[in-house]
């Protein structure tokens, strides 16, 4: 079982940015990959960025150029630096993981943390 937390969510300006951390805790060493998710009102939850155990990136295009997601192995945490922040990024941001279980790969969500972008 893995748990994540996820905080550095807040209300930022248009053009400002910000760091999300995810801190992973029990199983942590069963994880294959992790991401972040985010959804906002009215729409459906999406992929915004993923690392792999192996250190490979995607992002949604959305978001290609102006947001970067990392790790940090000793601190069993997951990064997400978002800059140049539109309004349009607006939306809970949800941590991700995906381990392996006794019979398939589980995934784990954090409570989700708030992004607003606003002037």
């Known amino acids: 079982q893995v748990q994540l937390v996820e905080s550095g969510g807040g209300l930022v300006q248009p053009g400002g940015s910000l760091r999300l951390s995810c801190a992973a805790s029990?199983?942590?060493?069963?994880?294959?990959?992790m991401g972040w998710y985010r959804q906002a009102p009215g729409k459906e939850r999406e992929l915004v960025a993923a690392?792999?155990?192996?250190?490979?990136?995607n992002y949604a295009d959305s978001v290609k150029g102006r947001f970067t997601i990392s790790r940090d192995n000793a601190k069993n945490t997951v990064y997400l630096q978002m800059n140049s922040l539109k309004p349009e990024d607006t939306a809970v941001y949800y941590c991700?993981?995906?381990?392996?279980?006794?019979?398939?790969?589980?995934?784990?969500w954090g409570q989700g943390t708030q992004v607003t972008v606003s002037s």
């Open positions: 991700n993981a995906d381990s392996v279980g006794p019979i398939a790969t589980m995934r784990s």
């Open positions: 029990g199983s942590i060493f069963s994880i294959k990959a």
């Open positions: 690392i792999t155990s192996g250190g490979s990136t």
